[in-house]
């Protein structure tokens, strides 16, 4: 099997220079924009149950049902408690232009 080579993840620096060279806004400006966005998003996942991001996907509050697992360390049984998690599903335009 051949090993896959992969760029080096974008910075966040990197991610707000481009932002900003292709919106013709600032640095400063694009940054704010993305702070406002997660915000935003937090907020309405927490209110609604779920955000929207058009063209990338949601996130959704999910409920956990309380199950059994098991200690890998000593192979006995536990009982994991019920909980609510946030989960990210992408759009089928995003996985269709990645993939």
Avoid: W
């Amino acid at each position: 099997m051949g090993q896959k080579k992969f760029m080096a993840k974008m910075t966040k620096s990197q991610i707000l220079e481009a932002l900003a060279g292709a919106t013709n806004m600032s640095k400063k400006d694009v940054n704010n924009f993305l702070a406002e966005l997660a915000t935003l998003g937090y907020k309405e996942t927490k209110k609604s149950g779920e955000f929207v991001l058009p063209g990338f996907g949601k996130m959704v509050k999910v409920h956990r049902k309380a199950r059994q697992g098991r200690n890998p360390a000593t192979g006995a049984t536990i009982n994991i408690p019920a909980k609510t998690v946030v989960k990210f599903r992408l759009s089928k335009a995003a996985k269709e232009a990645v993939l």
